[in-house]
Each structure stands twice: as C-alpha cells, then as structure tokens.
C-alpha cells in the first residue's frame, strides 16, 4: 500500500504528464499567444513529482 508521500508523487507525476501533452502556443499557427498555464503548472508538477532537479537546473542556468 501506497504511502500519503508516494501517492501525492504518483499524482504530480500524472498531471505533469498531462501538461507535457498540451501545446505550448495556444495559436499553433502564428506562435504569439503562449500556454500560461502550461508554462506555469509543468515545471511545478515535474519538480513536485521528483521528475525535474530544480537545483541542478538553477545551478546550471547561472553557469551559462
């Protein structure tokens, strides 16, 4: 049986999933109007859900 910490995580991890699905530009076409939401939630979710280091991420942003 699953532990509160281990569904929480398996549940981040679905959403993370669902937002991976969706576009990036809500007008596919002329790419100017962006998915907030979707650039909001995914990073979120893949941290949440142990799926994205956000410390290695941030570190290697400030390298560059």
Not at 35 to 63: A, Y
Request: glycine residues 2%.
């Amino acid at each position: 049986m699953m532990n509160k910490i281990e569904n929480q995580t398996k549940y981040y991890r679905i959403l993370a999933d669902y937002f991976k699905s969706k576009p990036l530009y809500l007008d596919q076409p002329t790419q100017k109007k962006p998915n907030i939401r979707k650039l909001v939630e995914q990073p979120w979710r893949l941290t949440k859900g142990e799926m994205w280091n956000l410390t290695f991420n941030h570190k290697k942003i400030k390298e560059t």
